[in-house]
């Protein structure tokens, strides 16, 4: 099939190498030619596994370009709208203000007949705004929303867990044969596949997403009260995790979650149950999002804790700049944001990361970025492990232990056998771990819908 993805970020680079690998003809369009460039050279512009072999396949095989231009694909048969939608600068809602761009600039090339469907992540309703921007095309109009984690988009997007289409009225059985064709190597291999509505739809990747973020926060208020108790988080989530009706997925604590879309989501479904008057969502979800701060900062606590009561002046070492691992996205990064906490009072903080220094270096001066690990742990007097990259759980912590100054470990994500690094010599301590906790502890708890500190991020 010929199609078009409009917008070609994170979710529309990785729907278009995707959909080209599976034998489309695809044209990608985005307004950036820089990332054009990238993409027509088989480059991505954000690392993400498994995506540059797909781009240069699909640039080998003459099935995958990118333009800048809507000229030239009047002829496809489906469009795909995979363009941004970030929380407002304004307040919680979703910014729309760019797919509403992009279908204005896609109208004139629509034939009758062409199905275009939306991907991006709205508020209940967008659908119906779209449709009034394109009706008189005589295309038809369907949204397939997207479950995408950063680190495994490719994956995800080839074995995805289940495909949604959202469909109305007469036109709707149309959009669905066509979604099938789109997608029939995905449905041959055994996909599930679900037909609802489109406000239904709308709603399905926010309401997943701030479901995960309660889960997590959730875990976060259990670890807070294990460092009271003396209890162990990681003990009660296991036990938690064995139970079927909860699951063990999302139940790890941590420093918080962060990345562009869990925070994103859960704050547009909060402003949208504001709109429409249902104050059970938006207290949850109000709460939710006021207990991941409450994690990095009380992170920060615990550090200071650490140092003696004291961050003016203390040589602290980050692990992890990106907001999870095997990704280089910084958006809203709990370890980012835990170390300008920490330099705002004063502390010399250096940030290391396999993937992310490029990207973070420019957005905060007031850090120093090192690449090398051995190098940024040089002369520490405590390290945070706030990004569980596999580089930095393997750590060797003998070796670690012989450049530092203070062999001193906060692992904000329960990431690393404590047993091992203590044998190494480290002091080390834990989120929610009772006695490993003690420094998290005795950080000051913040009693505002409280949490101890979040989870790792595994996700979306």
Not at 127 to 134: A, I, N, P, Y
Not at 150 to 172: E, F, K, N, W
Not at 227 to 232: F, L, M, Q, V, Y
Not at 403 to 421: E, S, T
Request: proline share 4%; with cysteine.
């Amino acid at each position: 099939m010929k199609i078009s993805v409009i917008g070609c970020g994170y979710l529309g680079a990785v729907h278009a190498a995707t959909l080209a690998s599976m034998g489309h003809q695809v044209t990608g369009i985005d307004l950036d030619p820089r990332k054009i460039d990238h993409l027509n050279r088989g480059f991505s512009p954000f690392f993400e596994a498994g995506l540059e072999e797909l781009l240069h396949a699909g640039r080998r095989n003459g099935t995958l370009r990118f333009t800048s231009s809507y000229e030239g694909i009047d002829d496809a048969e489906v469009h795909f709208l995979c363009v941004g939608t970030p929380q407002s600068k304004t307040g919680q809602g979703a910014d729309l203000s760019h797919l509403v761009a992009a279908a204005g600039s896609l109208a004139p090339q629509l034939r009758a007949g062409a199905v275009v469907v939306g991907k991006s992540t709205v508020p209940v309703g967008t659908v119906d705004l779209l449709g009034r921007m394109l009706a008189g095309t005589g295309a038809l109009l369907g949204w397939n929303p997207e479950f995408l984690r950063q680190g495994t988009a490719v994956a995800d997007s080839l074995h995805p867990d289940r495909l949604v289409y959202g469909v109305d009225g007469t036109d709707g059985g149309r959009v669905a044969e066509v979604l099938d064709a789109v997608y029939a190597p995905l449905l041959a291999a055994g996909t599930p596949r679900l037909v609802v509505g489109t406000r239904t739809a709308e709603l399905i990747k926010s309401a997943a997403n701030a479901f995960l973020s309660l889960k997590l926060s959730y875990v976060n208020a259990l670890s807070e009260f294990c460092d009271a108790s003396g209890a162990d988080v990681q003990d009660l989530s296991l036990a938690l995790g064995m139970d079927a009706r909860i699951g063990g997925t999302f139940l790890r604590a941590g420093v918080g979650f962060g990345g562009g879309c869990l925070p994103k989501d859960l704050r547009s479904l909060k402003a949208q149950a504001q709109e429409l008057g249902v104050d059970a969502v938006e207290q949850l979800m109000g709460w939710v999002d006021g207990a991941n701060g409450s994690a990095r900062r009380r992170t920060v606590d615990a550090a200071r804790t650490l140092c003696g009561g004291r961050l003016g002046g203390r040589r602290i070492t980050v692990l992890g700049a990106a907001f999870k691992p095997n990704t280089d996205d910084i958006r809203d990064s709990p370890a980012l944001d835990i170390a300008v906490q920490l330099a705002a009072q004063g502390a010399n903080v250096v940030v290391t990361d396999p993937r992310a220094i490029n990207n973070a270096w420019l957005q905060y001066p007031q850090l120093r970025f090192e690449p090398n690990t051995r190098s940024a742990l040089d002369g520490a007097e405590l390290v945070l492990l706030l990004t569980e990259w596999a580089d930095y759980v393997a750590l060797d912590p003998v070796e670690a232990a012989a450049v530092v100054a203070r062999p001193v470990m906060l692992d904000g994500r329960n990431a690393l056998d404590a047993a091992l690094w203590r044998t190494a010599g480290w002091e080390y301590h834990g989120i929610g771990r009772g006695a490993d906790g003690a420094a998290a502890a005795g950080a000051g708890a913040h009693t505002t819908s409280g949490t101890a500190a979040a989870v790792r991020s595994a996700a979306v």
